[in-house]
């Protein structure tokens, strides 16, 4: 008897403190709703996920190959410099920004020739439909962005829009982890890979999947982006910049640099030259 409540004690609390994945599901640990979005608890959060984002073992080995004259990828931060008043009528730079949703811009690691990328991307609690897995209209909508920026790059214009998007579910993207004691582990980051498989004028076809970073594949995608006949019209410098190309935007886009967490660096964009400890010049 001894032994059995011993055995039984134990695994309650080992299951307690280490839930299986399903009982997590089934019945999720509660989170404290996240603060506003400008709020120090806010703001204190933001800098450790990007500090942990920066931190990331892919991450650190990607910035390796954004260096020197061979570089073979950029690296670009889309709708960092995006302005509030225009920001608060979009939904991924906006309405779905802030602490324990969107909390951190996405961080693109883009070929110089615009045929691939890899986009890591922070998704909060706040974006479940069923409580611990992020709703997958989210994903798809985080696709089509990634995907969106791979086509736009490789259109005349650099302007384009959702013509096809086919999405398959592969495995639930879930956001309680099992050891899910501190509220910020409820979170996760993912990699967002694209590739460009064609483009005919006005037309590029791209692919993309969703993995966590265990590698494990969550979501597979394709589409078709179509740039409009009037696209010349709405073409201005501003279209590039917010997809982390560089380019002169117009004015007030410019503010509000954002910096590598830790390091006082400006982030760079691609075509941009960035000397350690100073901003990059113009002529870079």
């Given at each position: ?33 996240p603060p506003p979005p400008d709020s120090p608890e806010a703001l204190a959060q933001a800098e450790k996920l990007e500090a942990k984002l920066m931190a990331l073992p892919q991450v650190v080995e990607l910035t390796k190959k954004t260096e020197g ?208 400890g100073q901003a990059p010049s113009k002529k870079a």
């Open positions: 008897l001894a032994a059995g409540a011993f055995v039984s004690l134990g695994g309650y609390a080992l299951g307690s403190a280490f839930p299986p994945s399903v009982i997590m599901l089934l019945s999720p640990r509660p989170a404290a709703a004259p061979e570089a073979e990828y950029y690296e670009a931060r889309p709708y960092a410099t995006y302005p509030r008043e225009r920001a608060v009528n979009s939904l991924t730079a906006g309405a779905l920004r802030g602490a324990g949703r969107l909390a951190i811009p996405p961080l693109v690691f883009a070929k110089k020739d615009e045929s691939e990328a890899k986009v890591f991307v922070h998704v909060g609690r706040g974006l479940c439909g069923h409580d611990g897995i992020v709703h997958g209209g989210l994903t798809a909508t985080l696709l089509d962005e990634a995907l969106a920026r791979q086509a736009f790059l490789n259109l005349p214009s650099h302007l384009g829009v959702t013509a096809t998007l086919t999405v398959n579910y592969r495995a639930p993207l879930i956001i309680v982890l099992c050891n899910a004691i501190d509220t910020d582990v409820f979170d996760q980051f993912i990699v967002i890979e694209t590739k460009l498989d064609s483009v005919q004028g006005r037309k590029a076809n791209v692919s993309g999947r969703i993995y966590d970073l265990e590698g494990k594949l969550l979501v597979e995608s394709s589409a078709l982006y179509v740039e409009p006949k009037y696209a010349k019209l709405l073409v201005n410098s501003d279209s590039k910049h917010l997809l982390g190309v560089h380019s002169k935007p117009s004015v007030g886009m410019e503010e509000k640099p954002r910096h590598r967490a830790g390091t006082g660096e400006p982030m760079p964009m691609a075509g941009e030259k960035v000397i350690h």
